[in-house]
């Protein structure tokens, strides 16, 4: 992946919004989140296991924040591929439901899709899941304001790293 990070809000469609939206977030970026696919207005990503997400080492379950931020990025994603046009959007809420601890070992998928898009607000569902989204390892509902940024450019809080 190139160090480079495309301008966020930028390209023609949703979709090069999604992978710009991606490649973005810090955070996202550090846990090794991956877009994996967009289909029928559902996005579909994946978070590599590594032993560096681990909550608990005697477990090696999977940190839940780790699950958390994911379905928060996915959900994200979600509502800019619903949205007609660019414009920037912040987690108002944020509900996940743990279901029972991701399986040791194993790469955690997600799948979220964005439910309804008001003025100002949009509605997402998501699931975490290992291989089968019928057996969740969570699933989360959110809510994200629409144009946040309060009238400034797109990007315009965002700061290049300290090299």
């Not at 160090?3 to 949703?14: L, R, V």
């Not at 710009?20 to 029928?40: C, I, K, S």
């Not at 997600?110 to 291989?131: H, I, N, P």
């Not at 390892?137 to 959110?142: I, P, Q, T």
């Amino acid at each position: 992946m190139s160090d480079e990070i495309p301008a966020y809000g930028q390209g023609e469609g949703a979709l090069e919004r999604i992978k710009a939206m991606m490649q973005w977030t810090p955070h996202g970026r550090a846990l090794g989140f991956e877009l994996l696919r967009v289909e029928n207005g559902k996005v579909f990503a994946k978070t590599p296991y590594r032993a560096d997400l681990v909550g608990d080492p005697e477990t090696g379950v999977i940190a839940g924040g780790v699950i958390t931020t994911f379905l928060d990025q996915v959900c994200g994603m979600a509502t800019v591929l619903g949205m007609p046009a660019p414009s920037t959007i912040a987690t108002i809420d944020l509900r996940i439901d743990y279901m029972r601890p991701a399986i040791p070992g194993r790469d955690i998928y997600a799948e979220a899709q964005c439910t309804k898009v008001g003025r100002s607000v949009a509605f997402v569902q998501a699931l975490a899941y290992e291989e089968d989204a019928s057996d969740p390892v969570a699933r989360g509902v959110a809510t994200f304001m629409i144009n946040s940024n309060a009238g400034r450019k797109i990007g315009a809080n965002y700061k290049p790293p300290r090299t």
